[in-house]
């Protein structure tokens, strides 16, 4: 079966055949024209004939083929996430061709037929302008595990039900892209055609339940879990136009998009449920669900700015879009489609008097205004339809200016603000969200080289909002970073960088369906939100002598956050609850020339995480929350060890090993844990 990767490389060596060049002409064509090439070298200014004499056509290529060889121990998919996990034959090639009138390049690389890319760009004399470009990458998915043994509440029985426990999950992710440029010869115009591809295909964990709240009869409710298969394009044209006139430049473009699930949207047998008053509420049978509605979207563009290298620059644009959603489900029928229709309106102003000062102003706004239908009905539903809530329209202005001030080389200043309005039509109809809100961030910078060889940034942040949309948003936030380099003459240096932020939410609301009546109540969590992020990394490297480099590193990352949490719907227990996520990295790598035909590298490098929830210890519901932390807990450690050796038999020959070793290593379970090894031997050519 020959693959995409394949037909890539023959288009394009195609192209490069049917496209103008620099080759010798024909016998014929040579010996008609051996008199003419004389007198119009003889009659030629001598500047010219020297010029034409140093143009010269450039080509360099290279090859490489050898074998991967994989050893998988148990899992293997959270040690080598984005790797099919299977031997194979490996490949890859590049030819570059540099000359007066043509210019091409063509490079891929093969792995398996999950996992290459291919890459091809052509010009000629700025008059056709031709890119082509496929890469394609596997990623392996989990197979959580569902809960067991079941368990009864509320007199309705709760079970697990895996229909493939043995299915193991992945996708291939692909991309294609074709875009071609051209310049009209005697007008200051380009015409550009565009086409973009996304393609998913493999299989997935599909989880769902058939669930009841209440039933006069208690009942069953069953989480299920089965294989889903997956084959969704995306698919994307555009066409567009650009012109320079005189003091602007005008650009049109057009866009349209649509999404396209080919495999049918599931369908299971569900149960029959009734309410405590024995009334249907849902008929039994075999019924669709998760469906990924097929979408399509499309847009007009225009833009208009003025020279990017002037003291003065000015831009606008305006973009129209409609995007719509295609769902063919047959249970559930819609009075007509929902769609939702865009204006995305920007301005720009930039003013450079000089070159210690510059000042910008940017403003955009966007309106989305959605069209639902009003009513649904359902073909299991006892009620015939069904009312639909209005939908959210909104409108967001967004401001921006930036101030940049450079008194001398050796010294910057930035400020900035920005600015964030948002209305929103029909927000009363939605639970917990604000009709207005506004959003004021301010930002103020320092870049400075003190020393030959250092550079430091420093950056302090202040953000408000008067409104936060969810109880996970922020009301105010502060933000400072730090980062430092240095490098001594090439012998030592460091790289260090750290953010820190604090954020805080006093304004967290929640309704709840509080018992025995089941209405919807308005109720203030007792503690508000508190998070604080923290991230740092820093890079020591050294070259002790010529031939040998070191590198270490270390990463923080930990993010921790304290709040109220409503553990029971029906009641207003609360408990306060700390939350805590933290990732270190630790690495070290080195590289050593030996000779003028050997080099070895290895690299070492380890990952290890935690995160818990912890409640406060307290009886919610009846059931008390200090077992929380334990079955919360998640701690997981990821080794890696790689190494390379890189030997030239020849000046354009030369043969290499690579090993690396993977382990993934889940604490609190062994689903997930596995080991995989890699060994790939390859022989490359290049001239």
């Not at 249907?280 to 669900?289: A, N, T």
């Not at 006093?506 to 508190?530: C, H, K, M, N, Y």
Request: hydrophobic share 35%.
């Amino acid at each position: 079966m020959i693959n995409r990767f394949t037909c890539t490389c023959i288009t394009a060596l195609a192209l490069a055949i049917l496209m103008p060049s620099a080759s010798p002409a024909s016998a014929d064509e040579a010996a008609d024209g051996v008199a003419v090439g004389k007198a119009d070298e003889a009659t030629a200014a001598p500047e010219e004939v020297l010029s034409e004499a140093k143009v010269k056509t450039r080509n360099v290529a290279s090859a490489f083929a050898g074998y991967r060889f994989l050893q998988i121990d148990s899992f293997g998919g959270r040690a080598a996430e984005f790797e099919y996990l299977h031997s194979s034959v490996v490949g890859g090639a590049l030819f570059d061709s540099l000359g007066k009138d043509l210019k091409f390049s063509l490079e891929g690389a093969f792995l398996n037929d999950k996992d290459y890319h291919g890459d091809l760009l052509s010009d000629y004399k700025g008059l056709y302008r031709f890119h082509l470009r496929t890469e394609s990458l596997f990623h392996n998915l989990d197979h959580e595990q569902l809960f067991t043994p079941g368990f009864t509440s509320q007199g309705i029985q709760h079970q697990s039900n895996d229909l493939n426990p043995a299915d193991r999950y992945g996708i291939k992710v692909e991309q294609d892209l074709a875009q071609f440029r051209y310049r009209l010869r005697d007008y200051p115009v380009h015409v550009n055609l565009g086409y973009w591809r996304l393609a998913k295909e493999g299989s997935s964990q599909l989880r769902f339940a058939d669930h009841a709240f209440q039933s006069p009869t208690g009942g069953t409710n069953t989480i299920f879990s089965q294989t889903r298969r997956i084959d969704r394009q995306t698919h994307e044209a555009s066409i567009g136009l650009d012109s320079h006139l005189g003091p602007v430049d005008l650009i049109y473009d057009f866009k349209i998009r649509e999404f396209d699930d080919r495999i049918a949207t599931p369908r299971d047998n569900f149960v029959e449920r009734r309410n405590f008053s024995n009334a249907l509420v849902r008929s039994g049978g075999l019924q669709e669900h998760n469906e990924d509605p097929e979408s399509r979207f499309h847009s007009h563009t225009v833009k208009l700015h003025t020279s990017l290298t002037g003291g003065i620059v000015g831009a606008a644009s305006y973009t129209f879009g409609r995007r719509e959603s295609l769902s063919n489900l047959e249970d559930v029928t819609v009075a007509e489609r929902s769609r939702d229709t865009l204006h995305n309106a920007a301005g720009d102003f930039v003013y450079t008097p000089c070159k210690e000062f510059s000042l910008a102003l940017k403003y955009r706004r966007q309106e989305i205004d959605r069209d639902n239908p009003a009513t649904i009905s359902s073909a299991f539903s006892a009620t015939t339809e069904q009312t639909v809530r209005a939908s959210l329209d909104t409108v967001k202005d967004v401001a921006l200016a930036t101030i940049s001030f450079r008194p001398t080389n050796l010294l910057s200043f930035k400020g900035e603000y920005k600015g964030e309005f948002l209305q929103r039509e029909n927000a009363e109809l939605w639970q917990d969200l604000a009709v207005t809100s506004d959003t004021h961030r301010g930002t103020f910078s320092i870049l400075s080289r003190p020393l030959k060889g250092l550079r430091i940034k420093a950056l302090y942040s202040y953000s408000t909002t008067n409104r936060p949309d969810y109880g996970n948003s922020f009301a105010e936030k502060h933000e400072g970073q730090f980062l430092a380099t240095y490098n001594s003459l090439n012998r030592w240096g460091f790289t260090a960088n750290c953010r820190i932020a604090e954020e805080t939410n006093d304004q967290i609301g929640i309704t709840v369906a509080l018992s025995p009546a089941f209405q919807a109540e308005s109720l203030e969590l007792a503690r508000g939100r508190e998070k604080s992020s923290t991230s740092t990394f820093a890079s020591l490297w050294v070259t002790p002598f010529d031939r040998l480099t070191i590198t270490g590193s270390y990463g923080l990352l930990r993010n921790k956050i304290d709040q109220a949490l409503l553990f029971d719907s029906s009641s207003s227990d609360q408990a306060v609850t700390n939350y805590a996520a933290q990732a270190q990295v630790y690495s070290i790598s080195s590289v050593y020339r030996l000779d003028e035909k050997l080099d070895l590298s290895l690299a070492l490098q380890q990952v290890r995480s935690f995160s818990e929830m912890e409640p406060e210890s307290k009886t919610v519901g009846g059931v008390d929350t200090s077992g929380i932390k334990e079955i919360s807990r998640a701690r997981t450690v990821e080794s890696s060890v790689s190494a390379r050796a890189d030997y030239h038999l020849t000046r354009n020959i030369s043969c290499a090993v690579d090993y690396s070793y993977r382990d993934y290593d889940e604490k609190n379970s062994a689903s997930s844990d596995g080991t995989v090894q890699t060994v790939m031997a390859r022989l490359a050519a290049k001239w």
